[in-house]
């Protein structure tokens, strides 16, 4: 009989025994956890800290820089006012070993990290892809790929009991998404990134994966000309005949994150409403 086994008396054999069972835990409970990517409450990266959070773990923001830092402190505050913030803007090697540097100060270890992380000059989603500079290609594959490497190298050394990483990526890696351009290309080195983090980090029980999401009204997607027709396309089109709504992402960003996902590492796994399975509409 295993022990979580019925006594008869409205107790297990675990919660009758332990005050701290496994049975009674909330699943992320004395995880630690390093959320990247927060701008507002309507982005991703909320939704997920949110689900991470009620699910017991506790976290860590890191924010773009100063324009941010209000919205971070308003939102992560809530979880208490010991939350611990720090700035860091990926396209800098000193940041990011600065964030580290006071995130070691607070925890001597890290069982998660999400990244919710990208950028790509206006310009450069706006004309056509073979229009993208040098300069647009550097900076989205800088911001939005490279980021989860520099991220990963930094936190691997604290997960000691291993960890679960997790990007968020799109449908534009690896299909053409009109104007998506530059970030499609950046989205799949963010993928092919996640297969070689996870081999590398795989013997420390450290799994990587994505979520490649379906579109969600945030501000990285606000100002995109023709997002509204897009949420109206997936609405039509994705075998769910709706949009994917925050809660989703924060409950598979949970899952992903918990022991129900232990064995799986490298994978995209799509919250989209199904629409990646589409060949063809109907
Ligand atoms: P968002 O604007 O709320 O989040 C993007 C975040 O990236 C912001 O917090 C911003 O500060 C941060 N960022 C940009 N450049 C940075 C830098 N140099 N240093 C540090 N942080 C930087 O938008 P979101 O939609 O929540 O985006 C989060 C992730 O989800 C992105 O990777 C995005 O590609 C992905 N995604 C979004 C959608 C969508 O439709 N919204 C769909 C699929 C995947
Ligand atoms: O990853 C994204 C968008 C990320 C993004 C957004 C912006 C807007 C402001 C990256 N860089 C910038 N640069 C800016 O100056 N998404 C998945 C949302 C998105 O963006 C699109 C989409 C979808 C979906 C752009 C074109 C087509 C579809």
């Not at 009991?161 to 080195?189: D, F, R, T």
């Not at 023709?226 to 609405?235: D, I, N, P, Q, W």
């Not at 992903?256 to 109907?282: F, K, N, R």
Request: aromatic letters at 8%; glycine letters at 10%; proline letters at 3%.
């Amino acid at each position: 009989m295993g022990s979580g086994a019925w006594l008869g008396f409205g107790l297990t054999w675990a919660s009758a025994t332990s005050h701290h069972s496994k049975q009674d835990m909330k699943p992320l409970e004395g995880k630690v956890g390093l959320v990247a990517g927060v701008a507002n409450k309507r982005s991703i990266a909320w939704a997920i800290a949110q689900a991470w959070h009620e699910a017991g773990a506790e976290l860590v923001f890191t924010y773009q820089g100063d324009r941010l830092k209000g919205n971070v402190e308003q939102l992560a505050g809530t979880f208490g006012e010991d939350t611990l913030m720090v700035p860091c803007d990926v396209s800098s090697d000193e940041e990011i070993d600065r964030a580290f540097d006071a995130i070691r100060e607070r925890h001597d270890k890290l069982d998660l990290l999400l990244h919710s992380i990208a950028f790509a000059p206006k310009e450069a989603l706006e004309s056509d892809f073979i229009q993208t500079s040098r300069e647009a290609f550097r900076v989205a594959h800088d911001v939005s790929a490279y980021s989860l490497v520099a991220l990963s190298r930094a936190a691997a050394p604290m997960m000691s009991q291993g960890g679960s990483i997790l990007a968020m990526s799109y449908y534009g890696a690896e299909k053409v998404v009109p104007h998506y351009n530059v970030m499609g290309v950046a989205k799949a080195s963010l993928e092919a990134s996640t297969r070689y983090l996870a081999a590398d980090l795989g013997p420390k029980q450290i799994r990587v994966n994505c979520i490649s999401a379906g579109p969600v009204n945030t501000l990285a997607a606000r100002g995109i000309s023709g997002f509204s027709a897009m949420l109206k396309h997936y609405e039509a089109h994705a075998p769910l005949k709706r949009n994917v709504v925050p809660e989703e992402l924060g409950a598979t960003g949970l899952f992903l994150a918990s022991d129900g996902a232990a064995a799986i590492t490298g994978q995209v796994i799509y919250v989209d409403s199904g629409y990646q399975i589409m060949g063809m509409y109907q």
